[in-house]
């Protein structure tokens, strides 16, 4: 199910923190179909990467915010008509990507419209506030649009990982 995804990162490289895609101890990436579901298998390939990774304790948070950014895509990046779509065009893709101080997670998906923040204080609703509780629950986030010959955008949210003797690093 996952592979390395790190050439449809490219856009990564502007406007996060200083992260070298190449330098990555471990990246894993997996398509997701368009349907619901498919956040339910994001949620599950995440426990099964944080284990892989050592990382079974970060998976709350991160797998709330990997839950929010591909119910996002799903719900508002998808073209009406999703039955064109194609196996080798998934509409929606995950990302993971760890350094020794920093986790990323990011969602490609075929809209080019960019994530719109609503606002939270109407807590009572029962949608909108999914990139409130990314902004939360990660320590940073964004989106940039697909480079080269791929359409589409790439939501990324920014986990710091503790360091040595359990610290988090400073301006990791």
Do not use: I
Request: aromatic residues 6%; negative net charge.
């Amino acid at each position: 199910m996952g592979t390395n995804g790190s050439t449809m990162l490219e856009p990564l490289r502007q406007g996060l923190p200083p992260l070298n895609l190449a330098a990555a101890s471990d990246a894993a990436s997996c398509a997701l179909p368009a349907r619901y579901e498919a956040v339910r298998e994001a949620r599950q390939f995440t426990r099964k990467t944080l284990d892989q990774w050592d990382l079974g304790d970060r998976f709350d948070d991160v797998c709330l915010v990997v839950s929010e950014l591909v119910t996002n895509a799903l719900r508002h990046a998808l073209p009406a008509n999703t039955s064109r779509l194609t196996a080798q065009d998934p509409p929606v893709r995950l990302h993971l990507l760890r350094w020794t101080e920093r986790l990323v997670c990011a969602v490609r998906d075929p809209s080019d419209e960019s994530p719109v923040a609503r606002d939270s204080d109407d807590f009572s609703a029962e949608s909108g506030r999914g990139l409130f509780l990314v902004d939360s629950f990660s320590d940073s986030w964004g989106w940039h649009p697909m480079a080269g010959a791929l359409s589409g955008k790439v939501v990324w949210a920014l986990f710091r990982l503790q360091g040595p003797a359990g610290r988090t690093v400073p301006g990791a």
